[in-house]
């Protein structure tokens, strides 16, 4: 169960990136809109929900994020993701993620996300960099939602029993941006 819980984290962590990267880019051939620069906050809008291909599963309690937006118009936008309350049979800690999200659907994982389990047995779970799909946005009121039916998520696991390399992980939540100050997010 160590094992399961710590690989979900990691892929989770992955996952809910990609929801609020997505956040700040289009997706299909369109442009992320804003009405002006500035900072943009994330936090997730429903249970984020990593499932292994082994029938494991773990839940964040919160995600949140940040990101920046420089240009009125763009195709991608960076995010870093920091999530807590990450649970799978026990408590883990996971590293912040940062991913850069495309206009085309997809998000790149730019940086090794570790998931751990606090007071473990040694193992980690690591995602290295790469590219995840099926990224879906919606304008909202007051910014964007990002909704992550992540498939074909890969993982390696290192150290006491936490297994190895694991490419059938799923990731499914969604994300809301919004630029702070009041100004407009918008998908076209």
């Given at each position: ?156 696991g290192t150290g006491g029993g936490c297994g190895t390399t694991n ?22």
């Amino acid at each position: 169960m160590q094992r399961i819980t710590i690989m979900g984290l990691t892929m989770l962590a992955t996952f809910a990136i990609v929801c609020v990267g997505a956040v700040s880019v289009s997706a299909s051939g369109s442009e992320f809109i804003a009405s002006t620069t500035g900072k943009v906050k994330d936090k997730q809008t429903n249970v984020q929900v990593f499932k292994l291909g082994s029938g494991g599963s773990v839940e964040c309690a919160e995600v949140t994020g940040y990101g920046e937006i420089t240009e009125l118009k763009s195709v991608t936008n960076k995010e870093v993701l920091t999530y807590s309350g990450c649970s799978g049979g026990g408590p883990v800690k996971v590293s912040p993620a940062y991913f850069e999200f495309n206009a085309n659907g997809s998000a790149k994982l730019e940086k090794t996300v570790t998931v751990v389990a606090e007071g473990g047995a040694g193992c980690e779970v690591v995602l290295e960099p790469q590219t995840l799909e099926k990224v879906a946005y919606s304008n909202t009121s007051s910014g964007i939602t990002a909704t992550a039916k992540v498939k074909n998520v890969h993982s390696k696991g290192t150290g006491g029993g936490c297994g190895t390399t694991n490419t059938e992980d799923t990731y499914t939540g969604s994300i809301a941006a919004e630029l702070e100050g009041g100004g407009k997010l918008e998908w076209k």
